[in-house]
T-cell receptor, first 113, second 111 residues
Framework: AQSVTQLGSHVSVSEGALVLLRCNYS??????LFWYVQYPNQGLQLLLK??????LVKGINGFEAEFKKSETSFHLTKPSAHMSDAAEYFC???????????FGTGTRLQVFP | DAGITQSPRYKITETGRQVTLMCHQT?????MFWYRQDLGHGLRLIYY???????DKGEVPDGYVVSRSKTENFPLTLESATRSQTSVYFC??????????FGPGTRLTVT
């Protein structure tokens, strides 16, 4: 069965520092991949998605992610963290031809001034 | 307003009571989903629906019932609530299966 692993349940960075949130998936066939963000007391919002076009995907709020088939990874990055980036981030994978998304357990990002 | 709404936003109920959580979307999306969010588990799919009158089980369906008589509504019923069902419940909809739009969530506490 398809699965996704997010390394690190908590990540802390200083404002202005690089943000790197890790996501690895398990699939013999490249799936569709997503990053969602959840701000406190809100639902999830799509940050970006990979659906077999360019391997470097740009999303909202300056985030981007690179699909690396050889590493089965889809890590999320942002060059310079902002206080407003503090939130929980979820990586998700969808098998092509199925109806469902499988979510990782999430990474809580803290940004310190 | 257009979008996806959930009601109630907060609910406290007692063990053994029946509870229904409502989900309504105005986009006419074919797909709708119910998830629960618990610390350490991320989001887990309870049930989903590909169209009106078509529903299927997700990862954790036990103790829950869904129906979808209209495209825009997808209620989730806990037939006899248990403490283990204390959670935050999210509804989502999608025009395909690859980009889901989430509601604001319902925080349910079972005492």
């Amino acid at each position: 069965a398809q699965s996704v692993t997010q390394l690190g349940s908590h990540v802390s960075v200083s404002e202005g520092a690089l943000v790197l949130l890790r996501c690895n998936y398990s699939s013999s066939v490249p799936p569709y991949l997503f990053w969602y963000v959840q701000y406190p007391n809100q639902g999830l919002q799509l940050l970006l998605k990979y659906t077999s076009a360019a391997t470097l995907v740009k999303g909202i709020n300056g985030f981007e992610a690179e699909f690396k088939k050889s590493e089965t990874s889809f890590h999320l990055t942002k060059p310079s963290a902002h206080m407003s980036d503090a939130a929980e981030y979820f990586c998700a994978v969808s098998d092509r031809g199925t109806d469902k998304l499988i979510f990782g357990t999430g990474t809580r990002l803290q940004v310190f001034p | 307003d257009a979008g996806i709404t959930q009601s109630p936003r907060y609910k406290i109920t007692e063990t053994g009571r029946q509870v229904t959580l409502m989900c309504h979307q105005t986009w006419s999306h074919s797909y709708m989903f119910w998830y629960r969010q618990d610390l350490g588990h991320g989001l887990r799919l309870i049930y989903y629906s590909a169209a009106a009158d078509i529903t299927d089980k997700g990862e954790v369906p036990d103790g829950y019932v869904v129906s979808r008589s209209k495209t825009e509504n997808f209620p989730l019923t806990l037939e006899s609530a248990t403490r283990s069902q204390t959670s935050v419940y999210f509804c989502a909809s999608s025009s395909d299966t690859y980009e889901q739009y989430f509601g604001p969530g319902t925080r349910l506490t079972v005492t």
